[in-house]
């Protein structure tokens, strides 16, 4: 059973590839998922382009444990020596857009979730969604799917950690911070230029730490990503427009994150886009941190953002493939790491809910 789940999602993971699935536009790949569903009598919903279903004897007495990974994709880059849209298999690595991120880990957690469909007497239920909108954290994701789905007590989320543990994931808070000045003709004397203004707020940003670490995840990481001023050679602009990407440990909620910036950093104004990307971790006593680490999986905490962002409860990030070929040229997945992760999935979730 399972060497035929695992060549069939291998088949699958071939046809993800080589269908478009932007953020947005995962119409058709969200079609193939369906098709597997279907094929092996699973009865499933589809809301928008997310797939999902729950197992054969689903009972609300249980607790119910969420299986989740993504099929949309970045765009390819230019550096592509290949056809990202083709599934390219040389030397035991299978080549296309999504393979890596997250298309291994999706197909296997869907292998997964199929040979417990039928299962009864879990001491889980499993809903899996196979989810949109991953990558430009759209509104129509796994977010939106939330109040649709079961209530969910704890999550796996794939994406690639080579089959390790990332108890612990950092969250994400992104800033539009504003330097003002006196804007002026640039052949005049001005004392209040926005410019050099901002050379003391990015020594400020460069220097800043925030008190508390983590020790999964380390200190808050924050860095000033774009800078933007003036449009004519002799006026001094007004202002200077700064972004600023803050990654967030577990020490700290996205809104604390956001009061020490505003109290603190020596700008005009700075203001979160969202706050809705926390961090999230696992409680190492947690069963299933037990199991894995009972089957000689490390653990550690992720620096990389993903869906594990916008649930509330407990979750682990665990999956095929390296997070450092996600949206690298010519992404690759090894196809024993796809073969792998269904056993480990498989034998981590017989260790807990069987």
Avoid at 30 to 37: N, Y
Avoid at 100 to 124: E, H, M, P, R, W
Avoid at 298 to 307: E, H, K
């Amino acid at each position: 059973m399972i060497d035929k789940l695992t060549e069939h999602a291998i088949k699958l993971l071939k046809k993800l590839i080589e269908t478009q699935s932007f953020s947005s536009e995962e119409d058709k790949t969200a079609a193939h998922i369906e098709d597997w569903f279907k094929h092996y009598n699973i009865s499933y919903k589809r809301t928008k382009n997310n797939v999902w279903a729950t197992n054969k004897y689903f009972d609300e007495g249980k607790p119910t444990l969420l299986l989740n990974s993504h099929h949309d994709t970045v765009k390819p880059n230019s550096a592509y020596s290949k056809n990202p849209f083709k599934a390219i298999v040389e030397d035991g690595k299978l080549y296309g857009l999504g393979s890596n991120d997250a298309g291994g880990c999706l197909v296997s957690l869907i292998a997964t979730f199929t040979n417990f469909y039928n299962q009864k007497n879990l001491k889980y239920n499993l809903v899996i969604v196979a989810s949109a909108e991953e990558e430009n954290s759209g509104p129509n994701g796994l977010n939106s799917m939330l109040p649709i789905i079961p209530k969910v007590d704890v999550a796996i989320v794939g994406e690639p950690t080579l089959m390790n543990l990332a108890v612990a994931e950092k969250g994400l808070v992104v800033f539009d911070a504003v330097i003002e000045g006196t804007p002026s003709h640039a052949a005049h004397p001005n004392d209040n230029n926005a410019i050099y203004n901002s050379i003391e707020a990015l020594q400020w940003f460069k220097d800043f730490k925030f008190e508390k670490s983590s020790e999964a995840l380390g200190d808050v990481k924050l860095t000033v990503t774009q800078i933007n001023a003036g449009n004519q050679h002799n006026v001094v602009p007004g202002h200077v427009d700064l972004v600023i990407d803050v990654r967030v440990n577990d020490a700290y909620s996205n809104a604390e994150i956001a009061n020490i910036l505003q109290e603190k950093a020596p700008v005009s104004k700075i203001i979160p886009r969202s706050l809705r990307l926390n961090s999230s971790s696992i409680p190492m006593e947690h069963d299933l941190v037990k199991a894995g680490i009972a089957m000689g999986r490390t653990t550690y905490g992720s620096p990389t953002l993903s869906d594990q962002a916008v649930l509330s409860c407990p979750s682990l990030k665990l999956g095929p493939g390296n997070s450092t070929r996600s949206h690298s040229a010519d992404e690759f997945i090894h196809i024993n790491e796809i073969e792998e992760g269904i056993q480990i999935y498989i034998e981590l979730l017989n260790r807990v809910l069987v």
